[in-house]
Structure formats: C-alpha cells, structure tokens
C-alpha cells in the first residue's frame, strides 16, 4: 500500500476539479482513497509529493509503434507519396527484431511523457504485445488488414490469419493490460469482400475496430470517384460501424459522414501534428464538437510525427482550431485534458481507467508544476495544455507500479535499446 501526499490531484468532477495539497492511496493496483484529510487507514508506504500534480495517465489512442525507427523519414512529402515510395519499401524489410527495438524505443518516450496506454497499429503485433507487458504498459494492438492483390482470396490473406490469431491468443493478456483490436489499414488498401467479412468477424469476437478515415482529400475524391461513396459510407455499408470503432485522423469529412459516425457512436482521434505536417489538413472539429462524437488524440507514428509527445498533440490541439475559427472558446483546456485521459481510456474500454477515482486502476503520472514556465499558476488545466512540456512529467506509475521517475526507467533498459536501435538502423539503411 502506497500513499501519495501533499500533491494536487487533477479529478473530474462536473469538469475539472482540482483538490489542492491532498492524498491519493493506491491498494495494490487500485486507487483506495482521495481526500484533502489523510486517510485514517494506515499505508506501509508514503511519497511527499510536494510541488507535483497527480493526473490520470494519457491515453496515445493512434500510433504505429515501431515506426520510431523511421522517424522523419521521407519529411517534406504528401501522404500517398511519403507511404507509397518510402515507407512501405522500409516496412517490408523490417524483422522482428526490428519491431521489438523500436517498440522498446517508443515505450522510453511515451513512459517518460505520462503515457500509461496506447492503440497501436502494425505488423508482428504478438511482438510488440510481449514488450508492452514486459515494461508494464497498456496497449490495444491490431494486425490490420491490407489487400493488395485484386484476386486474393479471403481465407489466404496472411493478415487476416495473424488478426485472427493475435486475438486468440493474447485478448486480455497480463490481466487485461493487451486488448486485441481488429484493424483495417485503410479504405484504399482495402476491398468490399474482405472488408465486409472482416467486419464481421470482428462483430463475433467482440472487439474494437480501428481504422485510418479520409485523411487526405485526395483519399476521400478517390473513394467517391471508386464507389460513389464517402470512405465513411463506404465502411456504414459493409457493417464496419456495427462494431466499436475508433477511426483515426477524420479530416476530410462531409455532413452525411458525420451523422452516419454519430448515428454508429464511432470515436475519432484527433492527429494534429500529422495531419499538419504531411499537408493533410484540419480535423472538422467544431462540427464534431457539436455533433456530440466523442474526440480523443494521438500522435500516429514517429515517421509523420516526428515524436510521441502528447502534451505537444494537447497543446496544437487546443490552439489551431481556435485560430482556424476565430473562436477562442471553441476547444476549452478541460475538453482537451479528457480527450487525452478518460476518453481515450472508454475508447479502449478500460472502464476503470482514464481518471482519479477511488476503485479504479492506480494509472496515475506526476508533473512537476515548479519549472519557470509553469509559474505562475492561474489555472491548472490551461497550465497543462498551454504551457506544460512532456519533460515536466516526473513519475509514470500503470496498474500501482512506477514504471518511469525522473529520468529512471524500472522496466527498460535505456542502454541496451540505444545500442539495439543502432544495430537496427545499421541493418536497415547501413
């Protein structure tokens, strides 16, 4: 048992509340008591946490992992070039060794930014899932589908075998830290037969879809010159909706589109700095906002990013729809902070996740609110989204266990991936 003490504890609580110079006890893996009283109770351990935020962890609902060993690669390019002529030739020679390094390195980034669980879409998720549960992370992960030959057979698709198999064998693995999503790439990578099958499989097994939708307006034209069809109604059609979903990037979106995502209760995940730096454009975001979706964030891979820092994805986030719309009001800090925490954790269904509160999962990160650029404090959550770096967060702590405190990593051996993700980059490019 392990009380937290003297810190403010970020809660949401119509809004956000903040409980100023209070306790936060964790019983294992569950948080057993928030008060501005110390707990009656006794705890066989106790950390001052003066000077420090306690706040939910973050939620990294759209990456590609192991792209951090492609990081900027093919910079300066539109999406259908930048996937098309240099990352799909780099990703057809990555190993599984390379996949496990470079999840290990994405891990060291996000533990080290207050990330506690991320959606994770890629190749070799079986690797990628025994990393996560070895450095005590969460992470959904899906081997998503691609069809690129005209005349394949669903049975014979290789992805559709590893999807089924992943789930199979590590849905709920580590006491629920894996959940296994069912995963298409794309609606342009795709074809209606298998599309419309996958989904149903997914349909049987329960699970969570996760997709890319109309990233770029070139993707969205294409589709509707194809099919007379939006990507979006294109996926209603084929009964991919019928599942839970989490659809990322939606930003080339059409009126009819975002009815048929409210009517189907699809979650979309906000990517700024991707969409911004590939010229895809802007999440329509005041019309999901008033269509009542439900947004989350993420950083999509290193590759597009160049980095996993969400507090980065908060704050742009925050301030480039404001801007775009001459709104100031548009997106508030608070809506920000639960797209990043709770809704990411209910987009993943981790129920007993995503926020501070006495039975949930002890997912909780530290920030440190004494920097220079954090003084002085005239409100928490604008603090937070507006000018809090990720390296003022001090302490990463999943399921009660501290993963990550000022600079030391408990779980990953920092040495060892530098050395392997050279080795990686020498296999790779020489």
């Not at 000022?406 to 051996?413: A, K």
Request: charged fraction near 20%; proline fraction near 4%; include cysteine.
């Amino acid at each position: 048992m392990l009380l937290l003490k003297n810190a403010d504890l970020l809660l949401f609580e119509d809004g956000v509340k903040i409980l100023k110079c209070g306790y936060l006890g964790i019983d294992g893996n569950r948080i057993s008591y928030i008060g501005i009283e110390p707990p009656k109770e006794t705890y066989s351990a106790q950390k001052d946490m003066t000077g420090h935020l306690l706040m939910p962890g973050i939620y990294n609902m759209h990456t590609h992992a192991s792209m951090t060993l492609l990081r900027g690669l093919g910079s300066g390019l539109p999406l259908d070039k930048w996937l098309h002529d240099v990352i799909f030739p780099v990703e057809a020679r990555l190993t599984a060794e390379d996949i496990s390094v470079g999840t290990r390195l994405a891990m060291l980034e996000m533990l080290a930014s207050g990330i506690v669980s991320f959606s994770d879409m890629y190749d070799n998720p079986d690797i990628t899932a025994d990393e996560v549960l070895k450095a005590g992370m969460r992470a959904n992960l899906n081997r998503p589908l691609l069809v690129l030959s005209q005349t394949e057979d669903y049975e014979a698709n290789w992805r559709v075998q590893k999807s089924r198999r992943f789930f199979s064998e590590y849905n709920g693995a580590g006491n629920g830290k894996i959940v296994a999503d069912f995963g298409i790439h794309a609606e342009y990578t795709s074809q209606a037969s298998h599309v419309q099958r996958y989904a149903e499989e997914c349909l049987q097994a329960g699970a969570i879809m996760h997709l890319h939708l109309s990233e770029t307006s070139k993707e969205h034209e294409a589709c509707k010159a194809r099919y007379n069809k939006t990507p979006t109604e294109w996926f209603y059609d084929l009964g991919v909706f019928e599942n839970p979903t989490v659809a990322a990037h939606c930003v080339k979106l059409e009126e009819r589109d975002i009815e048929l995502l409210c009517e189907k209760g699809v979650v979309c995940v906000h990517n700024p700095t991707s969409n911004m730096k590939l010229g895809s454009g802007f999440m329509p975001i005041k019309k999901l906002i008033k269509a009542g979706l439900m947004l989350t964030l993420g950083t999509d891979g290193a590759a597009s990013n160049n980095n996993l820092n969400m507090f980065e994805e908060m704050h742009l986030a925050a301030i480039i729809h404001n801007g775009f719309s001459e709104d100031p009001e548009l997106i508030k800090p608070e809506d920000i902070l639960l797209m990043a925490t709770k809704n990411g954790a209910a987009a993943q269904a981790r129920p007993d996740c995503g926020e501070l509160a006495i039975g949930n999962k002890a997912d909780i990160i530290a920030v440190k609110t004494d920097a220079p650029h954090l003084l002085p404090c005239h409100g928490i959550p604008a603090l937070l989204v507006y000018s809090c770096q990720a390296s003022d967060v001090s302490m990463t702590m999943v399921d009660g266990v501290i993963l990550y405190e000022n600079g030391v990593y408990h779980t990953l051996d920092v040495e060892k991936i530098k050395y392997d993700t050279e080795r990686a980059i020498s296999r790779q490019f020489g």
